[in-house]
């Protein structure tokens, strides 16, 4: 298990659909899943085959491009969490979530609903788990492409320190791009150990159907950060 005493060094690969991007490491390895099965699918291979892991729950915090509300959701519509941003909830691995982001200063009048698929945890110092939460950062050029009706998804991983770049790191996330077919999975797992997927873009929630699936069931921890 990868451990660590000072602050991960998180990065994200991500996709934008239709978007040029840089080349990616050459793919060698075989991965059984990428970021375009359904969603759900990578969080519950993770389930069986790291069933100790299921279900524990680990911090995500939901970063904006400046101020604005994120929403999570209880099963439905009716169950709102509204919390501003950054908003930090804790998350079970092996699920999904959906939640709503709003009242961006950047954008007024848009809401978005992304998901963000679990598939593994950071194991922190004891007692500190809420110090180190998994950063999902939407920035406003990922915002401004989902705008176009197009879609990003991305992959966020814990970086091996084997292969870390032999230089200082001015933040402790690093984003790249890669080509749309390319399987993020498979280049964040020959990167380091892939904790999240997150999709941008998409599905809205469907106003006549209150209890549309669309809206979060998995269990949602509230968390002081």
């Known amino acids: 298990m990868c451990r660590f005493n000072t602050t991960p060094l998180i990065l994200i ?3 934008c659909a239709g978007l040029s991007a840089t080349t990616g490491q050459a793919q060698e390895r075989h991965q059984p899943l990428d970021h375009r099965a359904p969603t759900g699918m990578a969080g519950r291979w993770s389930a069986i085959i790291r069933p100790g892991t299921a279900g524990i729950p680990q911090p995500v915090q939901v970063r904006l491009p400046s101020s604005g509300t994120v929403t999570f959701y209880s099963g439905s519509p009716n169950n709102p969490i509204h919390m501003a941003a950054p908003a930090q909830v804790g998350m079970g691995v ?3 979530y959906r939640f709503r982001i709003s009242d961006l200063p950047e954008y007024p009048g848009v809401e978005l609903y992304p998901t963000v698929e679990l ?3 950071l194991h922190a110092p004891a007692n500190l788990a ?4 998994i950063p999902v950062e939407l920035s406003e050029d990922e915002i401004e492409i989902v705008l176009q009706d197009r879609m990003v998804t991305k992959v966020i991983y814990l970086e091996e320190p084997d292969l870390a770049f032999p230089v ?3 933040t402790t996330i690093r984003a790249e791009t890669l080509k749309p077919n390319e ?3 498979q280049a964040a797992d020959q990167r380091g150990r892939p904790l999240a997927i997150v999709r ?3 599905r809205i929630p469907d106003p006549r159907s ?3 699936e669309f809206f979060s069931q998995s269990p949602l921890m509230l968390t002081t950060p």
């Not at 809420?130 to 939460?133: D, K, N, R, S």
Request: aromatic share 8%; glycine share 12%; hydrophobic share 30%.
């Open 13 to 15: 690969l991500s996709i």
């Open 94 to 96: 092996g699920y999904v």
């Open 119 to 121: 598939i593994d945890r």
């Open 130 to 133: 809420q110090e180190f939460p």
């Open 168 to 170: 200082e790191q001015e």
């Open 183 to 185: 399987n993020l999975l």
């Open 200 to 202: 941008i873009g998409g």
């Open 210 to 212: 209150p209890t549309d």
